[in-house]
């Protein structure tokens, strides 16, 4: 039987992670990114994984990878020279965007520049109606004009985007054949293309977007997949999207904008991957990293979708503040919780944790590395949490006396409390902000977070998991086997996937089912041939949502349908399912009110990559310990001295009472003194409420 | 405890902004789901502010107030499962088509805490659909006066109640629909309410309260002594009274306690729209001395003790029944804070009065909804947005708007000066509209209409009951306040 070699790997700003899979044993390693050419530090840590696994090049099966490079480009507007040419009157749409002052009393309130300036924002005379319908013919004559100044300018892409385009797409593409012939070797892109939606700053922004990291990102892709076929990489090759599927080269050249955040959806679809092999039901993807933390609620094994993302917010974390664009994304919640985020009293005398990060560098003050502003991370050196020495696999000693010392300083002597009783007040402000924030989540989304099984990972989750839980009344915590390169581990569980939009604006007293089936066909032919790309042969998945209101709201609700042909008369069907989901987010319907629809979505998938249900544990074992360790115990708001485990020393079916300790090289587990712990038959550290 | 407490309030302020969202997101007008005119908040049985999200500055005191007065008319005849409304600029209001909807909730047999939201309907009677009305002279001409009145009563619709208040609408399905989402997202605020007080026990909520409010007034006492500590300064400009110019006079003193506004020497104008109500006056005058900080500190009730205001009764800053006071916001209290920061030294600006218009079916139709056609702002002085005291609204999309009300916006673009030139073209069917152009400080309009129909284009002013045929094309000019930072 032919071997199972697969490889995937995660291209971040600081680490790049790369996990082999090989017949099912995993080996993996972190490398430095190198920024100038990201694909030789990560070709440099593919070359060390095989021959640790002792694989050849050729050897590999399958290959997948995520990167930040588009969401990074962005960032630090390094992306392509762009101009936008849209419709007579709009010139400033992108700019004006839709004047929401998300910081209610900011004076100076701080938006993203637009990535197109208003001196490249160019406009000319035509229009549609609503229905598509051409109202004033497009100037073919000002917009071929248009050359000379693009070509003046230096543009290397151009977004093309008309009013109600996502309704009839013939003035967008005529434009663009125009410019095509005039100006070739200028990447253009359509907003009916990437973005066939209404509401036309929302499409702009995703359509400039996609434009400004196209031939940055197009050469990249031609660069590695250059650079993998020389180093002997001969099986396909995919890329993570942030809606959590796997896509071609090729696609991923025309939709780079779709390859934002592929590296937490690679998280979630790694929970959601071991919730089917666990057979869990319902549960919360807890994921804390150096920066953020991202809470993630997965149901029956299927990550919920969205349709909208914010890049480059100026505010951290604050909605409002970044530039949209609308491509799949898994739903999530970020939040600035990570073991880098930085603690401090504020003007009211709160303890505030976050959203700043003291990063890699110069990183938590325990790190000795100049860091003075105390961070989560020095809290739990202060709690005992985190051992001085051993810290990132033993690579560094940590200074236990400056983590006491900034704690102290910011923390404990405004508020006047000792240093443990600080350092308690950070690590419990930190919780709080993340159990509030997936109570949010979840309320957010008519969700329960009852009866949830939580499974962490990222190198700060073990640590906080359990105190989470405890506030949000999650009884049990799963903290995976090599839950340090989740993400990369997720991109090997992830299916092929294309998701494709229409809006097509009707009321359902209206219901035109002639209409939205030629739509809904369009749009599974069109998701069918991406997917075909990368997968010739392969079962297919398809299936449909529609955004639902009723008439005259303002926030439409996603809405599962049967993917079959309408019937006009099944308006009433498709308004019982909209009420279904209405009342389970807001528990109640409004009788006799119309629904409008909006927009039409269709995603197409292989199925996700079968698992073999693992059996919880094997006999119960009790575990040994290899010391104490004195943590502070939230319990009783004192140090105690408890179990010190190390977790590779824990065999399948190891039983730990909590409070404890679990210490492996690239996080440490605290069990609770509400918890005890047990090892499964996988690896995975399952938490379980003592009864109470 | 410092830490127990500090966790306990920012569950709380986590409700009062799930009740916000909630709102936004169920209601069905788009006063509401794109303008955001409202605020959600959480009072104590005192009644105090114990946290509240407000997407404007105006509703500042007027929850609480409001709430105030529900308390004290009901006194002992409230119950669990009660919904009260209140709308009266003379009963802790402001502009007449603001409600104020309050959930009483009772914990252990006692008014503990509870949940209140202050929205504007879409219409509530009043002389022309939509509470525009540039000429009003009298509240009822703005719209109908709503005192405390049950629409739940044990958790009982109280259907003649409910009937009364909608019948009283000309766009009654949409003030019902806005009616049951707020009572939908009072009622899961109250079972989120009882959660955690039932989690943490009502003495620790009571004092997590207790303590966020205390901080909040000293902090920002403090930083108002810091920062004006002894001043005494007097600002004055006018407002265009029915009868001429009104005057509008500020004593602006900061002392430990806090700031105080003095408004004597502030005249009267009886038979105009601009009356502010005492609970305004003190609103616009806390944001106008405590912008720079608002964002950092607690909405509670910690602030609202900061602000005393004294005004002539009678006149535009403490009118009497029945002064109309429909546009108070759009004006007045633009007006108030640019005066209060002048007294204060603050040279930026938060003010930036804006054109308005609402339109309608011809006056006469049964059902007829308004639309506010709010198709863009004023640049704010700092260059970006719209001014602070526009509030958190969105502004829709073009593309939406034409799709939904079959109204053409034919672009909204910068122009040289920075102001925002629009143009919408009603492709619908006749309708007629009031246009709204308030008087900048120094005397000019702040914006322009030009209204072209029927072959003929012509500039408008404030104005009342304006055709506009099929076809017809309405220009606006947004002015711009300050030099518009490149894109």
Known sequence: MARSVRLAFDIGGTFTDIVLDLDGRMVSTKVLTTPDAPERGALEGIAAVLAEAGVTPPELTLLVHGTTLATNAIIERKGAKTALVTTAGFRDSLEMAYENRFEQYDMYIEKPAPLVPRRLRFTVQERLNARGQPLVPLDEAAVAALAAPLREAGIEAVAVGFLHSYANDAHERRAAALLAEALPGVRITLSSEVCPEIREYERLSTAVANAYVQPLMASYLVALERALGAFGVACPMFLMTSGGGLTTFETAARFPIRLVESGPAGGAILAASLAGELGLGRILSFDMGGTTAKICLIDEAAPQKSRFFEVDRRYRFVKGSGLPVRIPVIEMVEIGAGGGSIAAVDATRRIVVGPDSAGAAPGPACYGRGGTEPTVTDADVVLGRIAADGFAGGRLTLDATAAAAAIGRSVGTPLGLDVATAAYGVAEIVEENMASAARVHAVERGKSLEGRVMIAFGGAAPLHAARVAEKLGIDTVLVPASAGVGSAVGFLRAPIAFEGVRSLYLRLSAFDAGAVNAAVEALVAEATAEVRRGAPDAPLIATLTADMRYRGQGHEVVVPLPLEPFEPGHAPTLRAAFEARYAALYGRTIPGLDIEVLTWTVSVSTPVVPVVPATEAGPAIDARSVGTRPIHDPATERFVGVPLYDRAALAPGARVTGPSVIAEAQTTTIVTRGFDAAVDRAGHLRLTRKER | ?487
């Open chain 2, 1 to 487: 405890m410092i830490v127990r407490s500090q966790i306990v309030y920012s569950r709380l302020c986590a409700i009062v902004r799930e009740l916000a969202e909630t709102v936004g997101r169920t209601a069905r007008s788009r006063g509401l789901t794109e303008g955001r005119r409202y605020a959600a908040a959480v009072l104590t049985g005192a009644p105090q502010l114990a946290a509240q999200v407000q997407f404007g500055p105006e509703h500042a005191y007027l929850v609480r107030d409001s709430a105030a007065t529900v308390l004290d008319r009901f006194a002992f005849n409230l119950f669990d499962g009660d919904v009260v409304i209140v709308g009266d600029p003379y009963s802790g209001g402001s502009t007449p088509q603001m409600l104020t909807v309050v959930a009483p909730l009772f914990f252990e047999g006692e008014l503990v805490l509870f949940p209140a939201v202050r929205a504007q309907m879409a219409d509530l009677a009043g002389e022309f659909p939509g509470d525009l009305h540039p000429f009003a002279a009298e509240t009822w001409q703005d719209a109908v006066r709503f005192t405390p009145l049950k629409i739940y009563r044990h958790g009982v619709l109280q259907r003649d109640a409910l009937r009364f208040v909608l019948r009283n609408s000309r766009a009654e399905k949409i003030v019902a629909a806005d009616l049951e989402a707020i009572v939908a997202a009072l009622r899961a605020s109250c079972a989120a309410l009882v959660r955690l007080m039932t989690e943490h026990g009502r003495a620790d909520v009571e004092t997590a309260v207790a303590s966020a409010i205390a901080h909040s007034r000293r902090v920002a006492a403090a930083d108002l002594e810091a920062r004006f500590g002894g001043r005494d300064e007097t600002a004055e400009a006018t407002i265009p009274g029915a009868g001429g110019a009104v005057p509008l006079k500020v004593r602006v003193a900061v002392g430990p306690d806090g700031l105080t506004l003095d408004l004597a020497g502030t005249g009267s104008d009886p038979s105009g729209p601009f009356n502010m109500t005492p609970g305004q006056v003190k609103g616009y005058g806390l944001v106008a001395a405590l912008a720079e900080r608002l964002d950092e500190i607690a909405f509670n009730d910690g602030l609202l003790q900061l602000v005393t205001a004294t005004a002539p009764k009678g006149s535009i800053a403490d009118p009497v029944l029945p002064a109309a006071t429909g546009l108070s916001d759009a004006l007045t209290g633009h007006r108030l804070a640019a005066l209060v920061r002048r007294a204060l030294g603050l040279a930026e600006r938060l003010d930036g009065p804006a054109p308005a218009i609402v339109a309608f079916r011809p006056i006469g139709a049964e059902e007829n909804p308004p639309v506010a056609l709010d198709l863009a702002f004023p640049l704010a002085a700092q260059g970006w947005g719209p001014p602070v005291l526009a509030g958190r609204r969105t502004m829709p999309s073009a593309e939406e708007m034409e799709a939904r009300e079959r109204l053409v916006v034919l672009g909204r673009e910068f122009d040289e000066t920075g102001a925002v030139r629009a143009a919408v073209r009603n492709d619908r069917m006749p309708l007629e509209a009031n246009f709204f152009l308030p008087q900048a400080a120094d005397g000019a309009t702040a914006g322009s209409f030009t209204l072209t129909a029927e072959g003929a284009t012509r500039p408008l002013e404030s104005a009342t009951i304006v055709p506009i045929a099929e076809g017809g094309l309405v220009e606006i000019t947004y002015p711009a306040y300050g030099t518009r930072a490149d894109g």
